[in-house]
């Protein structure tokens, strides 16, 4: 019941532009390899290797029989002209990576650098900094020390704008400084060294030259809106939800990436008028189906799941009493978040009315019993059952939304009404997403379950949200493992049978209303890892993608101020790595928007990460790529890895050279052969994700 860093600096202009750029890559970088010496770029290519050929012939035979082909031939031949030898196919040349002009930093378990902080950083960046003595530990025996020297420095500097940090390299002194504006840039700015130069450095630590690594929060500032597209309406593709084709599911539930959205407690939101912002700032995100909290006139002592019947809108949020006008306003709403690309699903509550309802005098038969301390829908009675039923179409037709997320079902009015629901709308050419609240067995009803995975062999939904958890974060269930065998999806009562994981579309909430604390406060494998880059499809409350935090509180009646991104560099640092995200998602369509009838058919595998194992590691794949996504969970690991590439489960076929891509960055790591790129180094902060792209590159 509804109760009340981007890593990456100026590699590129904003990700999609370096994700849009990799197809450039696979003409340009014919070269890679061993990744001693990372590169920033991939290298100019090198001519393809000439194809096998074999040695001109005439009809009288091959060229060593020259002679005797001049000579007229018999009419009874004595010998049989012999065959032109055969070569044997020439093996494709492996691609290696073009040298770039490098300082070394440590060589030999060596350094002769010293650092230098600035005023502040010993205080604001000690952890961070220590974590990166760690690293460089760990990797190559040694770190440059603090000290007065002489020699060349490595400087941590506070200066620029506080969003802004930079990585600057002086190759006629060699000294290396890292500036950034405040402490939570800095951090960035450290993990960036690390990652990407501790990252892929293997037994000495060596800095190009020539690259740019400058972070200018302004000019990089991600915007997904270009990303999304409205294919509902009239544009409304059908596809089978389950094996049995019983259930036919609107197509676009393929892209959809949810959040729960109340408008009257989001700061850039408020009524439906005010609120055009707010649909703007999800479509920037990457987000693009709203469930709306229940607009319905809420009486004396509702809150919108308390209300006084569907019929209804609140005025507070429509701006007027007069009811027709105010549906006419929720249309305008819906019709420019369409216009947007996103979706809207509109709550519905099927448990019963205020007591305050002037239904309740009206049609006193409608009603019987208490539900939630008010008066609960008498549900045999067949005149109140139409008229629902038929109040709940008229609000979808009235204002075009996309279908309903369900309050208390499939357990309170049933199945066969949403499935009647569902129908009528069809009949008229409409095609809704309908989302149960509870786990259910769907039938000819229910797209989805609002909480697709919940162990409730280890708690109940309403312990969950006291005392949330991260079922894959927090070590209840496994990745792969669990989502191959369906453990942990769907009804309660299903994920002990056959029918475990068996449907097509699952959800990962990872927040709604009814919790009473949050729970991702920034950690991005609970929003990364376990949401966004899991084949599920990802719904969180208002507020998670950057980072909000509240505890002891019902989440529905906390206000959620997105003014927090501009004012806490923190939070604005995390929405932002979490729009990096959704870019990535929505960019690899063919791997992030598979989704197999059998849900346990998923395209999903392990990987195998020597240093960081107390996550499952994975890698999500199709036709001749795979992006691998690298976890780290564990507080006092240092973050180095090797990463090993599931060729076997993850490419349907071999390739004469592979190149491995940093996401984050647009960082070309190497290329070459299987066995060359296999076993490539990483280094993955804490609750940070890697996430690397292996292409195949076919023979020239």
Known sequence: MGRADRPGPALRAGLAAALLTLAALLLLCACGGNHTNSETEAP??????????????????????????????????????????????????????????????????????????????????????????????????????????????????????????????????????????????????????????????????????????????????????????????????????????????????????MVEVRLDTASIGGSFQESYDLIDFYAATGVNVIWLTPIYQRGAGGNGYGNIGLHTVEPALTGTDNMEEGWAVVKEFVDYAHSKGVYILLDIVSWGTMKSAPLLEEHPDWFSGEAWGNAAFNWRNTDFKEWYISQAVTNILATGADGYRCDCEPFTAGYEVFAEIRKRLNDQGVYPVIMSEEGGWRKNAFDCEQDGVLDYSKMTRGQLYQNPVNFFVDGYLKMVTNTQRGRGLGAADLQSKRYAGAQRYYTNCITNHDYQRRDVCGNRLKIGYAAIYAPYIPLWYMGDEFGAEATHVVLYDRAVDFGLIDSDPEKGIFYEDVKQMLAIRRTYTDIFQYWPLCHRDTNICEVTVDGLDSLENYARFAGDHMILVVANNQEDASGVCTVHIPFADGFAQDYANYRVTDLLTGRVITVGRADTVDGFSAVVPYQYCGVFLVEGIPAQ
């Open 44 to 257: 100019s290519g090198t001519a393809p290797p000439s194809e096998p050929t074999e040695p001109e012939a005439t009809e009288a035979g091959t060229p060593e029989d020259t002679d005797k082909a001049t000579e007229p031939p018999t009419e009874e031949p004595t010998e049989t002209p012999t065959e032109a030898p055969t070569e044997a196919p020439t093996e494709p040349e492996e691609m290696t990576m073009e040298p770039k002009t490098t300082l070394s930093v440590i060589a030999d378990g060596r350094t002769d650098y010293t650092v230098r902080l600035g005023e502040g950083v010993s205080d604001g960046n000690a952890a961070d900094l220590a974590w990166l003595w760690q690293v460089m530990d760990e990797k190559y025996g040694t770190h440059p020390a603090e000290g007065e020297g002489d020699g060349k420095t490595v400087s941590f500097l506070f200066e620029g704008n506080t969003r802004d940090y930079a990585l600057t390299v002086d190759e006629a002194s060699g000294n290396i400084t890292v500036t950034a504006g405040c402490a939570a840039t800095m951090k960035k700015a450290i993990q960036y060294f690390a990652t990407q130069f501790c990252g892929y450095s293997d037994g000495d630590l060596r800095i190009d030259v020539d690259g740019d690594y400058r972070y200018v929060y302004e000019e990089e500032i991600i915007d997904n809106s270009s990303l999304l597209s409205y294919e509902g309406g009239e544009k409304t593709v059908l596809a089978p939800s389950d094996e049995d084709g019983v259930l036919m599911t609107p197509a676009w539930l393929d892209t959809a990436v």
